[in-house]
């Protein structure tokens, strides 16, 4: 019995252990395959709601996770069924035809759990609906949190999340409710089958009990109990693969990008020389309809961009012949595949090789949709794209791809130069000579560990400017011979981008001989451009040269004509010059690098039982995330179980008692019941009278007991799961801005997704298996310390081991899972980058670096996840041998007591002995469970972290209702920092500001000018002074209201998933004719009168399926709708037009007239019709006073700026 006890668990656990191997294979495959597939995703399937980062990071997590536990007890599908047939046979041999009777609550039971596994699957497929669409707005409101926070909208999105997350904890509340059934069923079948054999088989084979029978088959029957207790799990994770797997099948069919990005020259030879070879007739050729996977399964598709120097470079372009860089003929162009309405429409145009060719037009002509139909990010319907047609006269490989700069700049979690080299060898002197051209090199000298500092997620420790400027320097650097520019110089001041467009574009990549395609509104550099591309509604309105342009349409000619001047005046007034540029941008990026560096030293300093608070080693910016050391802290179990709630935590805490001691005594009075049978002077009708009817009865409070205990099981445990997540969404809603700059979107996306989904739906298993076990344990210890007391003196040295295993185990399993989820962020935070960046990669071709860092991170939280496996099939072999020794000693103990001394009956024995052969595999569950437990705790500890994170203040005193009623802003000797534990921004500010008045405010850029308006918002919070508006102090009133009093168009324009109507009406306050009036004058009205459903057309994730010019206007029409007394604008006309700024300029002015305005503007031209001018530099006003007084004044700050470039 001792050997055959060790190699029972030995066996079982190398099982298990090789089980999770396949598990963790498969797991790690799911998550590779979903990674490729985004990375072959059409865009349109992103950006048109189809597929949500919310619902892919899922696949990622939750469907990948799910295919794992099912293949770690996948052996449980046959091995229950073939210990069920065993264990039948053996039944027969003790008790006949009873045995078919216990068979009959099987086949009774059995049918159950098949119809609530198949319920399961429904409910389940409910909750991943619901989670699916919970993480998308999650993301969403993350994503967007600065712009919500302005308009104090988060409370209202948060609702919205707790609506979505509503549903969802009612289908969990249904799919827990279903596994709480099948436990009782299995829990209760034990039982009911005794019941059954027991009392039937006095009648059938008119026999009485006797302990040889009856124990020998208690023994058979508990032996039942365990894979019964895991049928519902299984069940559970079966049922959650069956559904992962029509989720995947959704997804991985899910519409691919075209190819038309993989750029391959194609190679001639001259007449007088050979025939070429089948490779070097090769052409990229794309037609419409070929809609051919990005990735091939030889892996060809991902070969490696190799280093080229300039002169290399310039070396392939020596005496060649060339007609055109690309050619698309007859194309029209459409999202999403099963659009057969063209974007763009009748696209005919070659782009000449090695020359600038530059595309222009208003808000929504088409532009940026342009150059994603040359990078296949769009459906071709009809034409086709040809690239290249230059001749080599050499037979060096080409180089692959296009060289590509977005709107909006995307940058990497990663150092500065990794984001300028993008994957290419490093070389010295290319690198400093694009550092120069992109006048990056002084920004470079401030950072702590020079361009080796991590500039943080999206780039968050630099500016819009800066950003721009690094996605510039990344084409330049790049040896594509295509470069695609996306309106770079919008984020950029005049003269910096005057230096930008000299230096860079025209010195750098034209001398070079490289196609350049320019996207831009600055017109005053169109007679650079040997080509000028004229874009309106979809269509090529023009294309040619300058000169072509003045003679073909005069009219034409002459409109650009004044948008040139007016873009030259801008420039002549605009406030910086090259130099002063580079010193704005490096004073902010100055601010920014000290303010990171002292949040992490404090925050190190103020959190030492933490490892990993963001270090404040050099260059290391990034807040990293924490972990926690020693075991979970009992705070985060009493904050669990005040979250249970403590009426459901002891009721199903002491309903298991209860059920363990129903059933012991149970077990006991069936140990009379036999010891009676061995009575000759009792017939079997007289003992089944006194013993069947009480045993009845325990059987029944069994079954009582066994409701109370999974009922109460359910609503603890769905109690906790969801207070503790509305606790955390709440919490971080109200986080400080500074909260979410330094804490990366995917490490946050992994407490809303792996470790809520742990809490939701884990912990309900763990939690209920450990307190069954532990009141197994016990009661076993019990039993078997009243049938031989001396089983407390063997048993004592052997917990103790037992004991000294199970601390060592968890300790170490502990630190284990803690490395398991904190390596398993960085895996998010990539794939979150990635699919932020993917038009990006696809246009370099960098999918195979990305992938490679994406295996590399899933290794590494491999390689915690497997020892932690590995830790498991140890502990199973150090309880099996401890087990099989409690077997061993018990065992010779009760014989030795029967047979020698005669103390005890063999009724005793056989209960004593059933109750022994439990005891490994209750050592292991109850040890393994503990250190489950404790582990899944983990993901508790981390919700509660940010369930604890401070927040911002937001209660106060209501203002009046009208409020504001007339617009007057007072500040008095104002200091703002962003965090108490650093420098100010704002010294000492004191100005006022009268109703109606119309402010501008310029100033270099890190001198202070958003932090005051930021301050009048209350995102940053003044530490000295205060601020009044209308004879109110902001400071007292609640933060909601003041936000949603006023009105601001920030720079960065977002748009949330919904329709037109909610994104400028999201409370549903206003008429439509007062939602046509805003559009109306935020110049949108004709466009959204085009759509079939005019206001309630979608809007898709992140406003993706409108320009980045068209998102600004619906941020204008936001403020308009508002009709606030106040209104912020920073920079808000950034990505717009010339022709469109200037009318948006006029119908401001007369649809604010009487309201105060205050305007921060890169380009002085912007606020020069302002009553006043205010000058700001580190952080002072250090001019305030109306535009023609400083004008007037030559020795003011003011005058100076707008003379700099004259």
């Known amino acids: ?89 053996l039944l027969y041999l003790q008790v006949d035809l009873a045995t078919f009777v216990g068979l009959g609550t099987i086949l009774i039971v059995v049918p ?36 919500l926070k302005m308009y104090g909208w988060e409370e209202m999105f948060c609702k919205a999340i707790e609506a979505v997350r509503k549903l969802e904890m009612a289908s969990i509340f249904s799919y827990n409710g279903y596994y709480s ?59 959650n693969a069956f559904i992962g797997v029509r989720r995947f099948e959704a997804f991985f069919t899910a519409p691919e990008t075209e190819r038309s990005h993989e750029i391959q020259w194609t190679e001639y030879f001259s007449k007088d020389k050979k025939k070429p070879t089948d490779h070097q007739k090769t052409r990229q050729h794309y037609h419409a309809n070929e809609k051919t996977p990005i990735l091939h399964a030889n892996g060809t598709d991902y070969e490696s961009v190799l ?18 860089a690309l050619k698309i003929v007859n194309g029209d162009f459409t999202w999403g595949s099963d659009s057969s309405a063209p974007i763009l429409k009748n696209i005919n145009l070659e782009i000449p090789y090695g020359e600038l060719t530059m595309v222009i037009g208003g808000v929504g002509s088409g532009k940026s949709s342009l150059l994603s139909a040359i990078l296949g990010e769009m459906t071709t319907l009809k034409g086709s794209i040809t690239f290249g047609t230059k001749k080599y006269e050499t037979n060096s490989p080409s180089s692959t791809g296009v060289a590509y700069g977005a709107q909006k700049a995307w940058l990497m979690n990663a150092t500065l130069r990794d984001n300028v ?203 990293t995330e924490e972990l926690a050391r020693g075991s979970v802290s009992t705070n985060t179990y009493w904050y669990y179980v005040r979250n249970m709630g403590m009426f459901w935590a002891i009721s199903f805490i002491f309903a298991y008692m209860l059920m363990e001691a129903f059933n012991v005594a149970r077990n006991f009075w069936l140990s009379d019941w036999a010891e009676a049978g061995l009575d000759q002077n009792r017939t079997v009708g007289d003992i089944n009278q006194q013993y069947v009817s009480p045993y009845i009865g325990f059987a029944s409070a069994c079954l009582v007991v066994a409701m109370v205990m999974t009922t109460s099981l359910l609503f603890s445990t769905w109690n906790a799961a969801k207070d503790v997540y509305l606790r955390m969404l709440r919490n971080i809603t109200k986080a400080p801005n500074r909260f979410f700059d330094t804490t990366p979107i995917g490490r946050i996306l992994n407490r ?11 912990l309900i298993i763990t939690l209920g298996s450990l307190v069954y076990c532990i009141w197994n344990f016990v009661f076993i210890l019990i039993v078997n310390s009243i049938i031989t007391p001396i089983f407390i003196a063997e048993v004592i040295p052997i917990v103790g081991m037992n004991i000294v295993i199970a601390v060592y185990f968890i300790r170490s399993s502990r630190e284990l899972q803690r490395l398991d989820s904190v390596t398993r962020s960085p895996v998010f935070a990539h794939f979150s980058e990635t699919l932020g960046g993917l038009t990006t990669l696809r246009a370099y071709r960098e999918q195979k670096r990305f992938f490679g860092t994406l295996l590399k991170r899933i290794d590494t939280n491999n390689t915690a996840f497997l020892y932690l496996q590995a830790a498991y099939g140890w502990l199973g072999l150090q309880m099996s041998i401890c087990g099989g020794f409690i077997v061993l000693f018990v065992g010779l103990t009760t014989i030795l007591q029967a ?58 005193k209501e203002p009046p209702s009208d409020w504001p009623s007339r617009g007057a802003i007072q500040i008095e000797h104002v200091s703002v920092r962003y965090d108490e534990t650093l420098p100010p921004v704002l010294q000492d500010v004191t100005v006022s500001v009268q109703p109606g008045e119309k402010v501008g405010i310029c100033g270099r850029t890190g001198s202070g000018k958003s932090s005051l308006t930021l301050s009048l918002l209350r995102i940053i919070e003044t530490f000295k002074g205060k601020i009044i508006i209308d004879g109110e102090n902001i400071a007292l009133m609640p933060l909601t209201t003041l936000r949603q009093r006023l009105s601001i168009i920030p720079q960065d324009p977002i748009l949330f998933t919904g329709t037109i109507r909610t994104n400028l009406d999201p409370i549903r306050s206003k008429s439509d004719q007062e939602l046509w009036n805003a559009l109306e004058i935020a110049q949108l009205k004709s466009i959204v009168s085009e759509f079939d459903l005019c206001l309630d057309t979608p809007v898709s994730e992140g406003g993706e399926n409108f320009s980045v010019g068209q998102r600004q206007l619906f941020c204008l029409a936001r403020a308009f709708l508002r009709n606030s007394r106040v209104l912020i604008m920073d920079e808000a006309t950034a990505s717009i037009d010339y022709s469109t700024e200037k009318l948006l300029q006029e119908v401001v002015a007369s649809a604010f007239k009487g309201k105060t305005v ?31 007084n400083l004008l007037a004044r030559e020795t003011s700050e003011f005058y100076a700026m707008v003379q700099a470039n004259k």
């Open 1 to 89: 019995m001792f050997l055959a006890n060790i190699l029972q668990y030995f066996s079982h656990q190398q099982n298990l252990y090789l089980s999770s191997v396949i598990g963790i294979h498969i797991r790690t495959s799911l998550q590779t395959m979903v990674y490729d597939k985004a990375l072959r995703l059409s865009s349109y399937s992103i950006s048109g709601g189809s597929m949500t980062l919310g619902q892919i990071t899922n696949h990622m997590s939750t469907d990948a996770f799910n295919m794992f536990y099912f293949c770690q007890r996948i052996h449980y599908l046959w091995a229950v069924p073939f210990r069920l047939i065993t264990i039948t046979t």
């Open 112 to 147: 159950i759990l098949l119809l609530t596994a198949r319920i399961q699957s429904k409910k389940q497929k409910h909750v991943m609906k619901n989670s699916d669409e919970r993480l998308k707005q999650s993301n969403e409101m993350l994503l967007g949190i600065k712009l």
């Open 181 to 239: 059934f099948n436990l009782l069923v299995v829990q209760f079948t034990p039982t009911l089958m005794n019941l059954a054999v027991f009392t039937s088989y006095p009648y059938i084979t008119g026999k009485t009990l006797e302990p040889n029978t009856t124990f020998a088959a208690l023994s058979l029957m508990n032996l039942l109990l365990e894979p019964m207790y895991f049928v519902p799990m299984v069940t559970s994770f079966l049922v």
């Open 307 to 324: 280093s080229q120097t300039d002169q290399e470079a310039t070396r392939l372009t020596r005496g060649l012949k060339y007609t055109y």
């Open 421 to 623: 080299l993008f994957g290419i060898p490093y070389n010295q002197g290319r690198y400093r000579k694009v550092i120069d051209a992109c006048a990056l090199e002084q920004d470079i000298d401030i950072l702590p560990a020079g361009d080796m500092t991590e500039i943080g997620e999206k780039g968050i420790n630099l500016s819009g400017g800066q950003k721009q400027r690094v996605s510039v320097a990344r084409t330049m650097y790049s040896n594509k011979p295509i470069v695609l520019l996306d309106d770079p110089l919008s984020a950029l001041d005049v003269n910096v981008g005057g230096y930008l467009f000299r230096e860079g574009i025209m010195g750098r990549l034209r001398k070079a001989n490289r196609t350049v395609v320019l996207v831009t509104h600055q017109l005053q550099y169109l007679q650079q451009a040997e080509k000028i591309i004229v874009m309106e509604e979809g269509q090529i309105t023009f294309q040619g040269n300058f000169d072509d342009m003045a003679r073909s349409d005069p009219e034409l000619y002459q409109r650009w004509q004044q948008d040139v001047i007016a873009a030259t005046d801008s420039e002549l007034s605009d406030c910086l010059s090259g130099e002063e540029s580079a010193a704005d941008e490096r004073a902010l990026l100055r601010r920014r690098v000290t303010e990171s560096l002292l949040k992490s030293q404090t925050e190190q300093s103020m959190n030492k039982s933490t490892l990993g608070v963001e270090e404040s080693s050099k260059g290391k910016l990034i807040q």
């Open 752 to 762: 809303f997704s792996s470790d809520t989904q742990i809490i939701d739906t884990k």
């Open 899 to 956: 047979t020698t001394f005669g103390s005890l009956d063999s009724s005793s024995v056989g209960l004593a002995l059933s109750y022994v052969l439990m005891v490994s595999n209750r050592l292991f569950n109850l040890v393994r469970f503990a250190a489950d437990t404790e582990m899944q705790m983990n993901p508790v500890e981390r919700v509660q972290y940010y369930a604890e994170v401070p927040t911002e203040h937001y209660g106060g």
């Open 1158 to 1188: 205050l305007t921060i503007a890169h380009r002085v031209s912007t606020i020069r019709e302002s009553d006043r001018i205010w000058v700001l530099s580190d952080g002072e006003i250090i001019e305030c006073d109306s535009p023609e």
